[in-house]
């Protein structure tokens, strides 16, 4: 792990973090339950990813826009999307702040901490975001916008057209590649013939850096220093953090692609443990604060969870609401 002195974190930024990358592990472990209890169609998990996310959301300011991809549940929830929300979300219910029920999980957006709405088509995103960073270097704003992808959307057109404009334009933008080894089934080896997927920022004319996904501290450091360059005038960021996907990609997904070694090595190296392990025996955190923290962030899932299953299905005089112009088909 990195010395959080180094990046200017207090011991109290330290609990805040494990907390937050707690809470994620929580949710989708609950979401998974309950899809294969039949109770929710599908999950996309983040697990193995909270590092990553966690530390990237603590370094984003009141202010900034962030377009993440569907495995970002714990960036997003960190950001400010509730576990009810997430649960209104998961079960397709009238409340699903997202989409009213309408679209599949995964698909996040809340408007109040700058969470923009997503497509389902990989790296649109990368797009948004950069259009996003477009109009705060215009506004003069403080601000930035950061997109974050898996290594396999790093192939798609829409990221090389993003990057190329936000560096010609010097945009305060930031995109975050989630490199957890895998597209689906189909591994890195077979994805880019690229050492590292940073190395790609020197064509766009803006920083690039590899981080251990698996350190909240590094990869906040590295955001944080991104997003200062940014505000400062100095450009965009391409950030890679290596990471671990612990799951298979979805629910419906047959992982058998991977194999008993490689599962066995992820889950010995699952960030979360990690990072527990570095607060206890580096930073002399108490063992019992992390037994409270964990039994309140089970609690909030599990009063989320009941909440949201006990809570209204749209109405189905609703279906079409915000799908086709019902006024224009009025005055027609």
């Not at 907390?19 to 998990?45: C, H, Q, T, Y």
């Not at 409270?292 to 006990?310: D, G, L, P, S, Y």
Request: with cysteine.
């Amino acid at each position: 792990m990195k010395d959080y002195r180094e990046a200017n974190l207090t011991i109290e930024d330290l609990k805040n973090m494990y907390s937050a990358m707690d809470l994620g592990r929580k949710l989708d472990e609950r979401m998974w339950l309950l899809n294969r209890a039949g109770k929710i169609p599908f999950v996309i998990s983040c697990q193995g990813q909270e590092a990553t996310q966690i530390g990237a959301a603590y370094a984003l300011q009141k202010g900034d826009f962030s377009a993440p991809y569907y495995r970002d549940l714990a960036f997003v929830t960190h950001l400010g999307m509730t576990p009810l929300e997430t649960m209104n979300s998961a079960f397709g219910k009238r409340d699903d702040i997202s989409s009213g029920g309408k679209q599949m999980p995964s698909h996040f957006s809340k408007k109040e901490v700058g969470i923009m709405s997503q497509g389902s088509s990989v790296a649109t995103q990368v797009l948004h975001a950069v259009g996003a960073a477009l109009s705060l270097k215009m506004d003069g704003k403080p601000n930035i916008a950061l997109t974050s992808l898996g290594e396999g959307s790093s192939n798609q057109g829409d990221f090389h057209e993003g990057l190329n404009f936000a560096g010609v334009h010097k945009l305060p933008f930031i995109c975050l590649i989630e490199n957890n080894k895998y597209a689906i089934s189909v591994s890195k080896d077979l994805q880019y013939g690229a050492e590292k997927l940073s190395d790609r920022a020197k064509g766009y004319g803006m920083f690039g850096e590899t981080v251990d996904g698996n350190d909240p501290i590094a990869v906040y450091h590295a955001i944080k220093t991104a997003r200062d360059r940014g505000v400062n005038g100095e450009g965009s960021t391409l950030i890679e953090a290596m990471c671990t996907r612990l799951t298979a990609h979805s629910s419906d997904d047959d992982d058998r692609y991977r194999t008993d070694d490689e599962k066995s090595y992820n889950k010995e190296h699952d960030c979360n443990v990690q990072f527990k392990k570095y607060l206890i025996d580096e930073v002399h955190i108490d063992a019992t604060w992390f037994e409270e923290i964990e039994k309140e962030n089970k609690q909030r899932v599990h009063e989320a969870t009941k909440e949201a299953e006990a809570s209204p299905y749209p109405d189905p005089s609703e279906t079409y609401t915000h799908v086709y112009d019902q006024e224009g088909e009025k005055n027609a």
